[in-house]
């Protein structure tokens, strides 16, 4: 930013164009706020909303890691081989951000309902995959997923790879390359993309309510007190999941102020 | 590199730890006061019927015969789907149009089913508007609402049944009043709500006088009703003929006509606790007052099933007919 004399003239086309964006965003914040009658706090205490609380912020971490744990390996690999197909697996990546969530939930239903192959031999184990904490977190991995994918994958690119040549060619395995050049220095992209699937994930809405209604997490219990009592049973929730919105973007801020030799 | 190398350690043990966290309390059961029951009878209902099954029924059916409850609701067409699909295994459907789940799922999923109960189409209003005062003193229904300024809300009729049992509905009060072009002033007089739920929320909030609904949406929303006579409401099913004179043809061009309002439940072939679902059905038609209580209405025709009710169940539809 410019000092204080005249900061509008340079920056004024910016200022205006991001102005409009932002007034777009907050305003149906300040509709839903003046719409609501009455705060009742009987309504955050509920056990149904505690218990969606608790089911949402003991999934959407599970869902995070899963997606993480093999997900940065996956874009690794995107980044750094070519090989047939790969255009293919790029897109079927990307197709669960494309894919309606309704669409996602019937998929996984398709198979993985209790019925189908998987779901009977994870019942035969006592694992039922639909309406249970894991058909969320299954849920929630499969549509958060391609974020870190595709956050890390750009992050790798980014990468200088004369950096990981000569760590290999001072007798550095590809294994010990990776860990300790290739993801140190993607480290920025990959924690956004950790970030971005976690909120994509606490937020998920549509493949939930199809593969697993019960038990309730915060959307779902959402939508249901929308139903059945009106917007301003859902107001507790909805400022919670505002929060939660608000502490990723403070994440992400944190994130984007650490230097790397990415840059 | 050695310290970056702990560093990761600590900061690998402390994820794993937490997740381990997550897990754990996300899955273990009787953590936050919740008890392991008996049988749950998982229904699948109509979501017109979440308020009266989900708070009413259900809580009621736990306490009272010591099997669990657990309901889901969503509209009867995507119940049917998602049955007839296999997608879904419940104890109980109940859907909103008794004839829609017969055609769907009797024979193939289901042996039988049974209608508990049917709903009224009628008109609510807000009792602090103009049009709410004309209507609460009396006056015809159908001369407030064909004026051009009211402005009253239905759904739209190629998305739902309430919507194209309102137009049904301009069609047969057209005859009923003896009144030629009614239906029409009544439609274009009204306007098109985008969904059921976002109807009354506008008549609650004022910024719509009246409305076109069931008698149990008004009940929910503690608006007044006002009730039409039976040849007009969908409610009897003694007037099914009468009902069948009215037809709507959507912009598909598929051609309904129309019949009642009639709730119908079953227990599907591939229900995973059929005795906690035939129990759940058993307790719906026992329990009649606390239907009505939540606006819908239970003629003295029902209960009436049709396929081979099972035993349970045969002795309390035959004791009430």
């Known amino acids: ?263 | 590199m050695s310290k970056q190398r702990s560093r990761r350690a600590f900061l690998a043990a402390g994820g794993g730890a937490a997740l381990g966290g997550c897990v754990f309390l996300g899955t273990s059961p009787g953590l936050f006061g919740e008890s392991q029951r008996g049988p749950t009878a998982d229904v699948l209902a109509a979501g017109s019927l979440v308020v009266v099954i989900d708070e009413q029924v259900g809580p009621a059916f736990g306490r009272d015969t010591g099997f669990g409850y657990r309901g889901e609701f969503r509209g009867s067409n995507a119940i049917m789907r998602l049955v007839e699909g296999e997608h879904k295994h419940p104890d109980v459907v109940v859907s909103a149009d008794a004839g829609l789940l017969r055609e769907a799922l009797v024979p193939d999923h289901a042996a039988w089913s049974v209608v508990f109960a049917a709903n009224e189409v009628g008109i609510t209003y807000n009792p602090e508007t103009r049009v709410g005062d004309r209507l609460a003193a009396g006056e015809p229904w159908y001369r407030v609402l064909a004026d051009s300024r009211v402005g009253a809300g239905r759904t739209d009729p190629n998305l739902d049944p309430l919507g194209y049992r309102t137009t049904m509905l301009f069609d047969l009060a057209e005859r009923y009043y003896d009144q030629p072009g009614l239906a029409a002033d009544l439609r274009t007089n009204s306007t098109v709500a985008a969904r059921e739920s976002h109807l009354l929320a506008g008549v609650e909030a004022g910024g719509r006088p009246a409305a076109y609904c069931y008698r149990n949406m008004a009940v929910d929303h503690d608006l007044p009703f006002v009730e039409l006579p039976p040849k007009l409401n969908f409610a009897n099913p003694d007037y099914t003929d009468h009902y069948a004179t009215a037809s709507y043809t959507t912009d598909q061009g598929t051609t309904i006509t129309g019949r009642p309002v009639l709730y119908a439940a079953t227990v599907p072939n591939n229900a995973r606790n059929p005795e906690a679902g035939r129990r759940f059905v058993q307790y719906l038609l026992e329990n009649p007052d606390v239907l009505r209580r939540n606006g819908l209405t239970v003629p003295e025709s029902l209960p009436k099933s049709s396929g081979q009710l099972p035993q349970e169940l045969r002795s309390v539809v035959e004791a009430d007919s």
């Open chain 1, 1 to 263: 930013m410019p000092a204080r004399d005249g900061w509008l003239s340079g920056w004024t086309p910016f200022v205006v164009l991001g102005a409009v964006l932002f007034a777009y965003v907050c305003y149906p914040f300040v509709a839903f706020v003046w719409q609501l009658d009455s705060f009742d706090s009987a309504v955050a205490t509920d056990p149904a909303t505690l218990s969606a609380v608790r089911y949402s912020l003991t999934t959407a971490p599970v869902a995070t890691a899963l997606a993480t744990v093999f997900g940065v390996p996956l874009a690794y690999v995107l980044a750094r081989s070519s090989f047939r197909g790969k255009a293919v697996v790029e897109a079927l990546v990307i197709v669960p951000l494309v894919l309606p969530p309704v669409v996602a939930g019937l998929l996984l239903l398709t198979g993985f309902g209790s019925l189908t192959p998987v779901g009977s031999l994870a019942r035969s184990v006592g694992i039922s995959l639909t309406d249970s904490y894991v058909g969320i977190v299954l849920a929630q991995t499969f549509v958060a997923s391609p974020f870190v994918v595709v956050t890390s994958r750009s992050g790798f690119a980014g990468v200088d790879d004369q950096l990981e040549e000569a760590a290999r060619s001072l007798g550095s395995d590809p294994v010990a390359t990776f860990w300790n050049v290739s993801l140190p220095l993607a480290r920025n992209s990959i924690l956004a993309g950790v970030v971005l699937t976690f909120a994509r994930a606490v937020g998920e809405f549509g493949a939930t309510m199809m593969v697993a209604y019960h038990p309730h997490t915060m959307p779902v219990q959402i939508w249901v007190a929308f139903g059945s009592r009106g917007l301003d049973a859902t107001v507790p929730l909805v400022v919670l999941l505002a929060l939660i919105g608000f502490s990723v973007v403070f994440a992400l801020h944190a994130l984007g102020r650490t230097p790397t030799l990415t840059r």
